[in-house]
């Protein structure tokens, strides 16, 4: 009963997240959250910068992404100890990647790719397992993890879609660019994203056009498959679970570019695309070498009560709040947009 309230809740939750932000966030005012003056210029003016919702949203969809992972994991008697070194160790790792491979790939040294950060985290996360088994007592079970990991990437990604609607980057083709059947199917969902800051506007002049919904896709699509994996997890087909949640997002992804029209590099397959392809053959290595697939329920199935009990945790609580804010400062700290702040008294408030 419990395993069935938390998969309700959650896709109650996401979903009304997802019909939310797909519905204002392409508007101008959503990009923008806050502006901090930070130099002034003379004459009651001031130089700012921008924080904006692309950070916010984003640090969300990393914080029910941890969330997701440490319900599963308690769920199977992953230790707390483990848990940290594991999510905090993928962090360190994945972030910053989402920086790297976008300069390497794009040339770009001011964007995030996500793209590039999962291929990162998929190459590393069965090491990083069997890094934190060597300074824990009871070993982490390789494939319920990877398989918690791999429904928290979906539904962290999927939710995570949401900032890119807001930033109006991963953008899709424009609807007069796209064949008798697309323009069907997108003739009443698309976006039109509007305001001159959105990447869409700035690097394509496609503000103001509808365009194919592909971030919307995306969520909806990583959001249902996270789902669908949880319910797999929680009969304990971690393999199953595991595989569904991998090869769904990896191939979506390399089929996904060929309805976007943001910059990807300057091959006709590009390198995001080739990272989703091998992305999809590692997972299958990985699992099939993977010591639990022995059988195909590897262990007893999860206690999911006893993983929603592991977040009401003082330490958990407050390094979850920390990353948060890390994540939120990383990422919703705008190098690409700017801003000129004025400020005034009202007189008749004297």
């Given at each position: 009963m419990v395993s069935i309230v938390f998969i309700i809740a959650m896709s109650l939750l996401c979903g009304a997240m997802l019909v939310?932000?797909?519905?204002?966030?392409?508007?101008?005012?959503?990009?923008?959250?806050?502006?901090?003056?930070?130099?002034?210029?003379?004459?009651?003016?001031?130089?700012?910068?921008?924080?904006?919702?692309?950070?916010?949203?984003?640090?969300n969809a990393y914080l029910m992404a941890l969330v997701m992972l440490l319900v599963l994991v308690a769920a199977v008697d992953v230790p707390l100890g483990a848990f940290m070194g594991l999510a905090l160790g993928m962090l360190a790792v994945c972030v910053p990647a989402s920086r790297w491979v976008a300069k390497l790939v794009e040339g770009k040294a001011h964007t995030f790719t996500v793209g590039g950060a999962v291929f990162v985290g998929i190459v590393v996360a069965p090491w990083m397992i069997a890094v934190v088994n060597l300074f824990v007592e009871r070993p982490v079970a390789m494939l319920p993890t990877l398989a918690a990991l791999g429904i928290s990437y979906a539904i962290g990604e999927g939710l995570g879609r949401l900032a890119c609607i807001s930033f109006g980057c991963c953008y899709g083709k424009p609807l007069s660019q796209c064949g008798p059947l697309a323009q069907r199917l997108f003739s009443r969902f698309h976006f039109v994203f509007t305001g001159p800051t959105?990447?869409?506007?700035?690097?394509?002049?496609?503000?103001?056009?509808?365009?194919?919904?592909?971030?919307?896709?995306?969520?909806?699509?990583?959001?249902?498959?996270?789902?669908?994996?949880?319910?797999?997890?929680?009969?304990?087909?971690?393999?199953?679970?595991?595989?569904?949640?991998a090869i769904i997002t990896q191939g979506w992804r390399v089929y996904s570019e060929v309805l976007r029209a943001d910059?990807?590099?300057?091959?006709?397959?590009?390198?995001?695309?080739?990272?989703?392809?091998?992305?999809?053959?590692y997972v299958v290595l990985v699992a099939w070498l993977s010591p639990s697939l022995g059988s195909v329920v590897a262990l007893s199935a999860p206690q999911i009560g006893q993983g929603v009990?592991?977040?009401?945790?003082?330490?958990?609580?407050?390094?979850?709040?920390?990353?948060?804010?890390?994540?939120?400062?990383?990422?919703?700290?705008?190098s690409v947009t700017g801003a000129s702040l004025s400020f005034h008294v009202h007189p008749e408030k004297v």
């Open positions: 939310v932000g797909c519905t204002y966030l392409p508007d101008e005012r959503w990009q923008v959250l806050a502006a901090v003056p930070t130099r002034s210029c003379g004459s009651g003016r001031w130089h700012g910068v921008n924080f904006t919702f692309y950070g916010l949203l984003t640090a959105k990447k869409i506007a700035y690097a394509s002049g496609l503000d103001n056009q509808p365009v194919v919904p592909i971030q919307a896709l995306t969520a909806i699509l990583y959001v249902v498959t996270a789902m669908l994996g949880t319910i797999l997890f929680v009969l304990g087909l971690y393999a199953s679970a595991f595989l569904l949640t910059y990807r590099g300057d091959q006709a397959f590009s390198a995001y695309q080739w990272m989703g392809v091998v992305g999809m053959i009990g592991a977040l009401w945790n003082p330490v958990v609580l407050i390094v979850f709040q920390g990353v948060w804010l890390t994540l939120f400062w990383y990422t919703g700290k705008s």
